[in-house]
């Protein structure tokens, strides 16, 4: 073969190799790099609410629990697992509270350390705080959403140290020179993940063994257990001092929260008719927390027609029919931001109530008025409930439903806890300015109880939400209809919902078998 035809047939393999490797490219390594291009900025697309509480909030938070911690120490902090629901589906991903509270971060597989004082890095600068959290993967953010990773985290959030999770596992601090480590104590419910090194199961056995943690607890009460610096009770105390007060911009966000609760409520009284089931009803109150762009509902809705409102967490919500000489018991709060109202409405069904409702639900409104009357600050949560169990307890003998002041179980619950991040958030026994709290008295009768068949089924509840003031108390709630004459009335109005109507499903399945 003459030279320049071997340099042809080598230029021909060279083509041939190379068409080779750009249909490889083409098919395997060019989709991967599509998508690596496109997700590489989702972190901070645009199309995403801007008005979240700031990162100077969450700065400021850390601020003020560094300045409360004991001497030498440091506070540490995971976020919530992944859990699964089923097979290859989990739940939901909902933040820890504390978590989200200092550090605004919503992502699962992360941990937060925040120290009295400050340490020093390798690079020769100094820190007080530092998070770990999970990188971007542009594979896995096309199946689960977008990740901040470490620069979204320290451009979105603030953080001067942050970092990949699968950093800490190299993260060297010696925990023995620190008087206490604080922290939650790990309640082993924590699946771990095979194909991630770094998931919060991992995170949490390197900090075990960072930090020496005792796995097996000393149980003979004869031996005292070793002494260590790990603290696993100090740090609830802490964020219940810092989380019941609640700043302005907490507050707006509560406002929002309990308004589209209580929105919902409105919108239910003007729809709701006999024959309903109680999940249309409770379809109502979503819709509504949806049309107001609230992410979540702050607990698992409550919806129970007559006796299933003396269910205190009834949340099957599945009578498929509420009768017309019914009440209906609606405890439901919209999560807007991560802030959650707590709202209660009971309401006959037919719009009216019958003498017997009506003077149950007269009583229970009396105690919840006289207990407002004390709301301010200084005034134990107790001291409410007490309140209106003192009031129930009269106006149940005289209807001669009990026959003397006496423990029972129409009443079984106090009537105060503190709302915000939490639906019963962290906060003191004892009223503050600034605080958001609740009042809900309640009586529930239920079928076969110990007096006149005549208040059998009768379960009523009102519980409204309320911000303490300097002076007294602010009432968040209060667009909400709550006398009698209110609900009656607010029941006659016509709805958005009268004219709404789906297709009989039965119907539906009879034509698709049928294939008209």
Not at 128 to 133: K, N, S
Request: aromatic fraction near 10%; charge should be neutral.
């Amino acid at each position: 073969m003459k030279p320049s035809s071997k340099s042809n047939f080598i230029v021909c393999l060279a083509c041939l190799y190379l068409s080779q490797l750009l249909q490889i490219f083409m098919k395997f390594l060019f989709p991967v790099f599509l998508i690596l291009t496109s997700f590489s900025g989702l972190a901070q697309d645009s199309d995403l609410p801007n008005d979240f509480l700031s990162k100077d909030f969450h700065k400021d938070r850390r601020e003020q629990l560094r300045a409360a911690l004991p001497q030498n120490s440091v506070a540490v902090f995971f976020a919530n697992p992944v859990r699964n629901r089923a097979n290859d589906v989990d739940f939901v991903y909902h933040q820890d509270p504390d978590f989200y509270y200092l550090t605004g971060y919503k992502e699962p597989d992360a941990v937060l350390f925040i120290f009295k004082d400050k340490l020093a890095a390798a690079n020769g600068t100094s820190y007080d705080e530092i998070l770990f959290v999970q990188p971007r993967n542009a594979l896995r953010e096309m199946w689960t959403g977008r990740r901040l990773g470490e620069k979204g985290t320290k451009d979105l959030l603030g953080f001067e140290q942050a970092f990949n999770n699968s950093e800490f596992k190299r993260y060297n601090v010696d925990f023995s020179k620190f008087d206490k480590v604080l922290f939650y104590d790990f309640k082993n419910d924590v699946r771990d993940n095979p194909k991630d090194s770094s998931d919060m199961y991992d995170l949490i056995a390197q900090f075990k063994v960072k930090v020496k943690y005792p796995e097996k607890k000393n149980i003979s009460l004869s031996v005292e257990p070793p002494k260590n610096n790990l603290d696993m009770n100090g740090l609830n105390e802490l964020m219940a001092k810092l989380r019941g007060i609640k700043t302005k911009d907490e507050i707006d966000l509560i406002r929002n929260a309990v308004s589209i609760s209580c929105l919902g409520q409105i919108e239910v009284m003007k729809a709701i008719k006999p024959g309903m089931s109680e999940r249309e009803i409770q379809g109502i109150h979503e819709f509504v927390y949806k049309k107001y762009q609230a992410e979540d509902l702050g607990y698992p809705s409550i919806v129970g027609a007559g006796h299933n409102g003396c269910i205190l967490h009834y949340t099957d919500n599945y009578k498929p029919s509420v009768s017309s000489k019914e009440l209906i018991l609606m405890d439901l709060g919209a999560e807007f931001h991560g802030y959650t109202a707590d709202i209660t409405r009971t309401i006959p069904v037919n719009g009216k109530f019958s003498p017997e409702q009506k003077q149950i639900y007269e009583l229970v409104l009396k105690a919840q008025e006289e207990a407002m009357k004390i709301a301010k600050p200084g005034t134990l949560r107790q001291a409410l409930t007490d309140t209106c169990r003192a009031v129930v307890n009269r106006g149940l003998i005289q209807l001669g439903i009990i026959k003397k002041d006496e423990k029972h179980l129409y009443f079984p619950h106090g009537v105060c806890h503190h709302i915000g991040l939490d639906v019963h958030d962290k906060g003191g026994a004892s009223l503050e300015e600034n605080n958001t709290v609740t009042i809900e008295p309640g009586i529930y009768i239920p079928d076969n109880a110990a007096c006149d068949k005549k208040w059998w089924g009768i379960a009523v509840r009102i519980e409204d939400d309320y911000l303490i003031t300097k002076n007294g108390y602010e009432h968040l709630s209060k667009i909400a209809p709550r006398t009698v004459k209110e609900i009656e009335d607010m029941m006659k109005q016509p709805s958005v919902f009268d004219n709404f109507d789906l297709p009989n499903l039965k119907t539906v399945n009879e034509k698709s078998k049928s294939g008209n």
